[in-house]
C-alpha cells in the first residue's frame, strides 16, 4: 500500500538540542518528496522539495535528507519559535501522499 | 503581493445546508486543489484542478462539489450529502502536478 508515515507524532526539545524527523514512504513511483511547516490553525508552509535519493536542502536551522525509504529533516539547535507541526509528502503520477505530521514543540 | 486567500475564516452552518468556501490566488497557477484536516491524520484531497474548466475527483469527493471558471478562483460546496462536515479545510496552488504547492491560511467550518 502506498503511504507516507511521519515518526515520531510529538517531540519535545530543549533549545539547542538538535534532533531529526523521520518521514518513511512505501510510494510506488516516487517523484519527489515535499517538506511544510504548519502553524497552528493556519495553513501549511512550503519548506523543501527533494526528487532524488542522496539530494540534500538547507534553510536556516533546517536541513532536508532523502534516501530510497526515507526522508530526515534535521533540526539543528532549535528555537521556541521552530515550534510548529512539520508534514512530509510524497507524489507520484497519480496521486499526493501527505503524513499525519510531527508536533515539535522546543522548550527556551 | 502574490498569494492565495481563503475566506471566511471561520463559518458556521446549520446541519442540512450547502455552504460554499472561497479560494482565489493571484499567482498565476494552473493547477488548484482543495484538501481536508483532521485532528491526528494526514491532508487529504477532496478536488483537484489542473486547468481551468476541468477538475478531478481526489480520495474523499462523495458530499463535495467544485467549479474552475476563472483561473484565479476554485469554491468548494460543501453539500447536505456530506456526513461529517465539520473540519479545517485548505485549498492550494502550484504550477503544475509536481510543483509545489503553496496553502491558503484556511476556512474551519463547524456544522451544528
Known amino acids: 500500500e502506498d503511504q507516507v508515515t511521519q515518526s515520531p507524532e510529538a517531540l519535545r526539545l530543549q533549545e539547542g538540542e538538535s534532533s531529526s524527523l523521520n518521514c518513511s514512504y512505501t510510494?510506488?513511483?516516487?517523484?519527489?518528496l515535499f517538506w511544510y511547516r504548519q502553524d497552528p490553525g493556519k495553513g501549511p508552509e512550503f519548506l523543501f522539495t527533494?526528487?532524488?535519493a542522496g539530494e540534500e536542502k538547507e534553510k536556516e536551522r533546517l536541513k532536508a535528507t532523502l534516501t530510497k525509504k526515507e526522508s530526515f529533516l534535521h533540526i539543528t539547535a532549535p528555537k521556541p519559535e521552530d515550534s510548529a507541526t512539520y508534514l512530509c509528502?510524497?507524489?507520484?503520477?497519480?496521486?499526493?501522499?501527505f503524513g499525519s505530521g510531527t508536533k515539535l514543540n522546543v522548550k527556551p | 503581493d502574490g498569494g492565495i486567500t481563503q475566506s471566511p475564516k471561520y463559518l458556521f452552518r446549520k446541519e442540512g445546508q450547502n455552504v460554499t468556501l472561497s479560494c482565489e490566488q493571484n499567482?498565476?497557477?494552473?493547477?488548484m486543489y482543495w484538501y481536508r484536516q483532521d485532528p491526528g491524520q494526514g491532508l487529504r484531497l477532496i478536488y483537484y484542478?489542473?486547468?481551468?474548466?476541468?477538475?478531478q475527483k481526489g480520495d474523499i469527493a462523495e458530499g463535495y462539489s467544485v467549479s474552475r471558471e476563472k483561473k484565479e478562483s476554485f469554491p468548494l460546496t460543501v453539500t447536505s450529502a456530506q456526513k461529517n462536515p465539520t473540519a479545517f479545510y485548505l485549498c492550494?496552488?502550484?504550477?503544475?502536478?509536481?510543483?509545489?504547492?503553496?496553502f491558503g491560511p484556511g476556512t474551519r467550518l463547524t456544522v451544528t
Open positions: 492550494a496552488s502550484s504550477i503544475g502536478w509536481e510543483s509545489e504547492q503553496y
Open positions: 499567482l498565476n497557477h494552473d493547477a
Open positions: 509528502a510524497g507524489y507520484n503520477f497519480n496521486k499526493f501522499y
Open positions: 510510494v510506488s513511483g516516487l517523484r519527489g
Open positions: 527533494l526528487y532524488s
Open positions: 484542478s489542473q486547468i481551468v474548466n476541468d477538475f
